[in-house]
């Protein structure tokens, strides 16, 4: 099974409206964490926002916001008020296991596109 | 701050030729890692330094690769002899401690010929 799960290769939101794109995990590690980052079609990698398995609110920075639904095993990434500039290729990634053997995984990422 | 710096930003080399990458982590981040992107494969995790140490390796390709952290401040990925399949993107990233969020570097773009 796929360890992390981006089902949406692509999406296209209207300039200043919200968007959620889905991701997806599998774990049976009680401690894990989630990310997510950007990569603009200048190839840099940025981070967004963390969530650890063990927070109990959701993580927001910003205009971003993760929705954690632990039973679920899903973390998308909530963008309000999107921004021309927020056109990127937006990957979830996931960290388990504990210090010294810890095990990273990255999805296969979705395409954002910000319509003006 | 000066975030994760890699050289070369592009390398262009030809098939049979060593080739090393070079990253310099944020100061005081103690975890090291080395990805390579490619369309086909997306973001593979290669190695990962914790304190200088190699802490998993199981994501080395092959032994053509090898990567090493002499210090803190400094780390190389090095392919020889490098093969046109190694042509990617490869980031290297550091974090405060293992687990954390990680900080990568701008990448360097590697075209074998």
């Known amino acids: 099974a796929q360890k992390i799960t981006q089902t949406q290769p692509g999406m296209f939101v209207q300039e200043k409206e919200a968007v959620t794109l889905d991701c997806t995990y599998d774990?049976?590690?009680?401690?894990?964490?989630l990310f997510w980052y950007k990569q603009p079609s200048s190839g840099e990698m940025i981070f967004l926002i963390y969530?650890?398995?063990?927070?109990?609110q959701n993580a927001t920075e910003g205009r971003y916001s993760l929705n954690f639904q632990k039973a679920r095993k899903s973390a998308n990434l909530v963008i309000s008020a999107s921004q021309l500039g927020d056109s990127a290729m937006y990957f979830c990634?996931?960290?388990?296991?504990?210090?010294?053997?810890?095990?990273?995984?990255f999805g296969t990422g979705t395409s954002l596109t910000v319509i003006p | 701050d000066a975030g994760v710096i890699q050289s070369p930003r592009h390398e262009v080399t030809e098939m049979g030729q060593e080739v090393t990458l070079r990253c310099k982590p944020i100061?005081?981040?103690?975890?090291l890692f080395w990805y390579r992107q490619t369309m086909m494969r997306g973001l593979e995790l290669l190695i990962y330094f914790n304190n200088n140490v190699p802490i998993d390796d199981s994501g080395m390709p092959e032994d053509r690769f090898s990567a090493k952290m002499p210090n803190a401040s400094f780390s190389t990925l090095k392919i020889q002899p490098s093969e046109p399949r190694d042509s990617a993107v490869y980031f290297c990233?550091?974090?405060?401690?293992?687990?954390?969020?990680?900080?990568f570097g701008d990448g360097t773009r590697l075209s074998i010929l």
């Open positions: 990233a550091s974090s405060f401690r293992e687990g954390q969020p990680q900080h």
């Open positions: 969530q650890g398995s063990y927070d109990q």
């Open positions: 990634a996931m960290r388990e296991g504990s210090r010294g053997g810890n095990q990273f995984y």
């Open positions: 100061s005081g981040h103690n975890s």
């Open positions: 774990t049976s590690d009680p401690s894990y964490g």
